[in-house]
């Protein structure tokens, strides 16, 4: 946001103020009045300045909350990359034990295989005699 002056004239009272402040508890003070300035004057010039107080801490107040409403944007973001890298690890062990099941399988299979081969040669010598 862009820093702005507000100067008040009210019966020869000026009153300048700077841009935002950092800390609400800055106030101006204001010079006594010139004489024959109306009470109400100065205290419509004080309403001024307490109101200027008031949008510049406001004023700093949303750039704080937009500040942590950006941090806690990144802080989304990062959790989601962190939640995607946890599930395709997860995916990934899943992959590995499907695959180390799948190992056992073929291995067992394989087992399977040779003794059924034996069988047969066995059964064949037996069958068939002279053929072996």
Do not use: C
């Amino acid at each position: 946001m862009t820093p702005r002056r507000r100067a008040v004239l009210l019966d020869s009272i000026i009153a300048d103020t700077p841009g935002p402040r950092t800390t609400s508890t800055s106030q101006e003070p204001i010079s006594s009045p010139p004489i024959g300035t109306s009470p109400n004057v100065v205290d419509i010039n004080k309403r001024f300045l307490e109101y200027d107080q008031r949008v510049a801490d406001l004023e700093r107040m949303v750039q704080e909350k937009e500040q942590e409403l950006a941090d806690k944007d990144i802080h989304m973001s990062n959790l989601g990359y962190k939640q995607l890298f946890k599930n395709a690890q997860r995916q990934l062990e899943d992959m590995h034990h499907q695959y180390r099941e799948s190992q056992m399988l073929v291995s067992k299979y394989e087992e399977k295989i040779k003794h059924l081969h034996k069988t047969v040669h066995i059964v064949s010598l037996y069958a068939f005699p002279g053929v072996w």
